[in-house]
């Protein structure tokens, strides 16, 4: 190119030259001297120009190179950890045709509790969180550490120029066994045995059914958001994906292994919403939710069609299990925060927690106790029951993150309060999750409100592309909310157990783990949970006369370290 010009400007200067001498043969040699000398300064002065861009050009080509080679590759680990665990996990896959996407997880792995059970076939859970009936240290296997074990579909297909349909159904599967996660059904199989002899059992928003973690379909528009109706997990649980340290890792986050403390605003069984709405739209960095659940399932009577104790009427009740949440968060920079709140009517806490029925309550009487306080029996078989404690439950949630360098921060409070329900649920009810029957129903358990206060923080670093370190920090506490006699309970006991459960008490967890990707899809890891309980939260039941007539937790303490790996696709 340069040589090109050169030769246009020295073939310009020739043609000047000779057209001015043919012109006027007599003019004067120094004058077109003087004008070719010009020239070719000229020529010069353009070829230094040249030289100056073609250097600039190649310089800025390098820079371009070298910062390439700085940044890491589009799909290595360090440039997704800005994102949530939910997020990596939920991407499109390579499994996808047409718009539909088939996705999963495997999760599984080897652990060591300090306090153990046998293992429950429909248990989804590893047995990292101190448990009521846990017993002697074992080794075994560890299922869903960090992941729940999940196969779905889902898919999105244009309806009409910027509005879409959309689907999503997956359910969750036990690695050890193959069964549908199942909670309820862990207490089903320890009915009627002692309580030396129980396997793991506790209650969960997973009851086995085909679909058991979402099965929802709806529309979607990016300018106006998604409505879609259903089976949902509330914003509650979007929260605790979104903003626990562990990303919800069951082994080492007891706010994601018990559904109670957070994600069911006071019940775990909430943690899953049935014939609900969900809508979400997203307007620059601030983005906003609401929710509604219509009432399922049947209310229930106070005795069911049995002879009932004499002067007791029977009475039965509408479902009343309506439910709302709504969801306000936004971006600010590296900093994300959110906030849930919401009502859930006639909400369901298996009895103590997570208490099978006992030999005598499976073969004698089913009990309805009102929020009155009137109580009514009734006799027969209640096999394959279960009994609940009912409360009408309000909540709010609160949680951020702040991403800085290879660090990011995680803090979050809920606040719960559990009261006797307005409308009385009764005996024949269904629970919320798998429609198992209640057999005995409670709906006076909290003449003063249950307080749950749940406080958690923590922070991931990702040490390089691979390798990344968590470590988190939980505490819950309840308030003494009992009656008179068990209040005094709480002052005279001699020891935890003899403690009523409706005395003040707390949990306390930290966890640390190490998680290595050696694909996008697949990683190792590795860590430890430690967990603590006092009063009420480990306490028993206590009657009127303070006879201590079920005990509290056998251990206070659990420390559970776990290894695994988990498949993703």
Same mark, same amino acid.
């Given at each position: 190119? +340069? ?56 310089? =800025?080509? +390098? ?29 499109? /896959? ?28 429909? !248990? ?7 448990? +009521? ?5 074992? $080794? ?21 120029? /910027? ?61 106006? /958001? ?21 990303? &919800?890792?069951?082994s ?21 919403w ?9 307007? /620059?960095?601030?983005?906003?939710? &609401? ?10 009577? !106070? ?14 009740y509408?479902?009343? !299990? ?5 969801n ?45 306080g ?9 096999? !394959?029951?279960?009994q ?6 309000v ?10 360098? @290879? ?20 005996v024949?009810?269904?629970? =919320? ?19 749950? @206060?749940?406080? $958690? ?9 691979k ?79 303070? +006879?201590?007539?079920a ?7 659990? $420390?559970?370290p ?8």
């Amino acid at each position: 190119m +340069k040589r090109i010009v050169l030769a246009a400007v020295a073939a310009s200067t020739v043609t000047i030259s000779a057209g001015a001498a043919k012109a006027d043969p007599s003019s004067d040699v120094a004058v077109l001297k003087a004008e070719a000398a010009a020239l070719a300064k000229q020529n010069e002065a353009l070829e230094r120009r040249l030289e100056r861009l073609e250097r600039k050009q190649a310089a =800025q080509a +390098k820079a371009v190179e070298r910062r390439h080679a700085a940044a890491p590759a589009p799909q290595s680990f360090l440039a997704q950890a800005g994102k949530t665990s939910g997020d990596l996990l939920n991407g499109e /896959g390579p499994l996808t045709w047409n718009g539909i996407t088939v996705f999963g997880t495997i999760d599984a792995g080897v652990g060591y509790v300090s306090h153990g059970l046998p293992d429950n076939g429909q !248990n989804y859970e590893g047995q990292s969180l101190i448990n +009521k009936y846990t017993n002697h240290a074992r $080794w075994g296997v560890a299922q869903n550490n960090l992941s729940q074990t999940t196969l779905g579909v889902k898919g999105e297909e244009e309806l009409l120029p /910027g509005l879409a349909g959309v689907f999503m159904a997956s359910t969750g599967i036990n690695p050890q066994s193959g069964q549908l996660a199942n909670m309820p059904g862990t207490l089903v199989s320890n009915q009627g045995l002692p309580r030396q002899s129980y396997s793991f059992s506790g209650d969960g928003g997973r009851g086995g059914q085909a679909f058991n973690d979402q099965l929802f379909v709806g529309l979607s528009s990016k300018t106006f /958001g998604e409505l879609t109706f259903g089976r949902h997990r509330p914003f509650s649980v979007d929260l605790v994906v979104n903003y626990d340290p562990t990303g &919800a890792a069951y082994s080492f986050s007891p706010i994601a292994y018990n559904g109670q403390f957070v994600q069911g605003l006071g019940a775990t069984e909430d943690a899953r919403w049935d014939d609900s709405l969900k809508y979400r739209v997203t307007y /620059g960095p601030v983005h906003f939710g &609401a929710m509604y659940k219509f009432a399922d399932g049947n209310g229930g009577c !106070n005795y069911v069609g049995r002879p009932a104790v004499a002067g007791a009427i029977q009475t039965c009740y509408p479902a009343s !299990n309506t439910a709302y949440q709504f969801n306000l968060g936004g971006t600010y920079g590296a900093l994300n925060i959110d906030a849930v709140g919401g009502v859930y009517h006639d909400a369901v806490v298996i009895a103590g927690g997570n208490s099978p029925l006992s030999a005598a309550q499976l073969a004698g009487a089913s009990v309805f106790t009102s929020n009155s306080g009137i109580v009514v029996n009734s006799t027969g078989n209640n096999a !394959n029951t279960l009994q609940a404690l009912i409360s009408d439950n309000v909540g709010f949630a609160l949680a951020a993150k702040y991403s800085w360098n @290879q660090f990011k921060f995680f803090a979050g409070y809920a606040h719960d309060e559990l009261q006797n329900p307005s409308d009385n649920v009764g005996v024949g009810a269904t629970n =919320q999750e798998g429609g198992y029957i209640l057999s005995s129903v409670n709906n006076n358990f909290y003449p003063h409100p249950k307080i749950l @206060q749940t406080f $958690w923080a923590g922070v991931r670093y990702a040490y390089n592309s691979k390798l990344e370190l968590i470590g988190a920090y939980y505490h819950v506490s309840q308030n003494q909310f009992g009656t008179d006699y068990q209040n005094l309970t709480c002052i005279t006991a001699v020891n935890q157990s003899s403690k009523a459960a409706q005395c003040a008490g707390d949990l306390n967890a930290a966890s640390a783990f190490a998680d290595y990707h050696f694909t996008k899809r697949f990683d190792v890891y590795g860590g430890l949970e430690v967990s603590t309980v006092d009063g009420g939260i480990a306490g028993g039941t206590v009657s009127p006369a303070g +006879k201590l007539t079920a005990l509290g937790f056998n251990y206070l303490t659990n $420390w559970a370290p776990v290894v695994g790996a988990r498949f993703t696709f």
